[in-house]
């Protein structure tokens, strides 16, 4: 999903536009990796193709903010700070 600004200063994943060629990538996963991915799909009841795909732009946008100085953070809807994310490296 690509993400995108509202003008709020809220990311916005949207689905990527139709591309005219798509690649294959095989992964290898531990069963617990797996499993994770496996349960997510579910939960979320769509594919472990799409949890990548979610992860992919949620990844980008988390980089792409720290790299500018800026905090990752989980918040409630008040703005009160649950917890602050940091990425490795």
Do not use: C, W, Y
């Amino acid at each position: 999903m690509a993400p995108k600004n509202n003008g709020s200063g809220l990311a916005v994943l949207e689905p990527p536009t139709e591309e005219k060629t798509e690649k294959r990538l095989n992964l290898i996963l531990s069963a617990g990796v797996f499993d994770d991915l496996a349960s997510l799909a579910k939960e979320r009841r769509t594919t472990m193709t799409e949890i990548v795909r979610l992860a992919l732009g949620l990844i980008k946008v988390a980089i792409r903010e720290a790299n500018q100085g800026h905090k990752l953070v989980v918040a409630k809807e008040n703005g009160e700070v649950i917890k602050e994310l940091i990425l490795p490296g």
